[in-house]
């Protein structure tokens, strides 16, 4: 069996996390420091802020933006539910902007327009989540723009995009986005079981986020509202949750990044030898805006003859054993959503994507052979499928 996506361990993370089982902290103590200055300094930002995963890490980011209920906030709607949740954690309306044909990203262009549209009856966005799918970066510069013109903070949800690039420099850098996030689940490009991180380059959001992460409770004697009681004192000054990571976890997280280069060169190596053998089937590779380099998440084509034969593909993929995905449900189609009142035809492109694609087998321990088997087996899926439609 070969499954979509997995994770690379080896002993250097293993060494890493019995160390940690040895120490003095299991949770709140120096290896979540060390991994968050890992992470942001790959990421090109100041602060990092390592959370439970990337869902509460966009919760974390929206809650210190000060987004509430009366706001709207605007994602993807080729991503997964947790980027549109956020904002329905914190009581914001939302909203999506369809994707552009070839990169399959949050359109800069949609974006502009319905913007405009929004400026004239007064429903602007406070905030917008791009979501760079399959690991490659939307188009920052022309969305960063929009959000000087009209006032939108930028969370980028790269769950998919550790160690991408856009322009040359890392997803991550404040040019880019206010709040960058991260997902360190085991299918993302490095592990810490569970985790997420957000990172920024203005302190005030990195104390914010540090805050809702942990009860919205603070023990900085600086800080406090009301005059110390003792050396025990604490305040809680907002609503928040315990999203803290533990150490255990972070310590791996450290180990994996160590080793972020080699991932991305395997995954850019598995995706270049997809390219080359797929170029003669009836399938669309995913194509690279050339400002970009992506971390290669996924791996997702389109089935050139549509949907029936997309459906047919994936079960014969299955049935020889290589457990293809789907990336993704448009997130307005849940039933969720729909009872917001959403319905299919809202964003059509991003519906038409979702109708033909399917992500391939990626991940860094992915033979050379192992790709070889999963074209064969492509191959003749859309050969049988031809045949039969
Ligand atoms: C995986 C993922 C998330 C959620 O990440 P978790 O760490 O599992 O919470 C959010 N957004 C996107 C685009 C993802 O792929």
């Known amino acids: 069996m070969i499954p979509y996506a997995r994770q690379h361990i080896d002993e250097v993370d293993i060494a890493a996390v019995i160390a940690v089982m040895r120490s003095d902290f299991l949770t709140q103590g120096p290896a979540v420091d060390r991994f968050e200055e890992g992470v942001a300094e790959r990421a090109g930002a100041r602060y990092g802020v390592a959370v439970a995963n990337a869902t509460s890490a966009l919760h974390v980011a929206l809650a210190a933006l000060g987004v509430g209920s009366g706001d709207r906030v605007w994602t993807s709607p080729n991503s997964f539910v947790a980027s549109a949740n956020c904002a329905r954690f914190c009581g914001a309306e939302v909203d999506f902007v369809d994707i552009d044909e070839r990169t399959y990203n949050m359109c800069a262009e949609r974006l502009a327009r319905k913007l405009e549209d929004a400026a004239r009856t007064k429903t602007l966005p406070r905030a917008v989540i791009p979501v760079h799918f399959a690991g490659q970066p939307c188009e920052m510069e022309p969305i960063r723009a929009l959000a000087s013109r009209y006032g939108f903070a930028i969370v980028a949800d790269a769950s998919h995009a550790v160690g991408a690039t856009y322009r040359g420099a890392p997803v991550g850098s404040a040019a880019q986005a206010d709040i960058t996030v991260f997902s360190f689940h085991p299918v993302k490009i490095v592990t810490t079981g569970e985790g997420g991180m957000a990172v920024t380059d203005d302190e005030r959001l990195a104390e914010r986020m540090r805050l809702f992460r942990s009860h919205g409770v603070t023990r900085d004697p600086a800080r406090m ?19 803290r990571l533990t150490d255990i976890a972070a310590a ?6 160590s080793r972020l280069d080699a991932f991305l060169a395997r995954r850019r190596a598995i995706a270049a030898r997809y390219d080359a053998a797929l170029a003669d089937l009836p399938v669309r590779r995913p194509w690279q805006h050339p400002d970009g380099s992506s971390a290669y998440h996924l791996y997702p084509v389109r089935i050139a003859a549509g949907e029936g034969a997309r459906k047919a593909v994936f079960a014969a993929m299955h049935a020889a054993g290589i457990r293809v995905n789907v990336h993704y449900i448009p997130i307005h189609l849940q039933p969720y959503y729909r009872r917001l009142g959403f319905a ?12 033909e694609a399917i992500s391939l087998p990626m991940f860094v321990d992915l033979g050379d052979a192992d790709v070889d088997r999963v074209v064969a087996a492509l191959t003749t899926a859309l050969a049988l499928e031809a045949t039969v439609s």
């Open 225 to 243: 509202e009301q005059p110390s009681e003792g050396l025990w004192y604490y305040e809680q000054h907002e609503l928040g949750f315990n999203y």
């Open 252 to 257: 791996l997280g450290s180990a994996q990044v």
């Open 344 to 355: 299919p035809g809202d964003f059509p492109r991003a519906e038409a994507y979702y109708r």
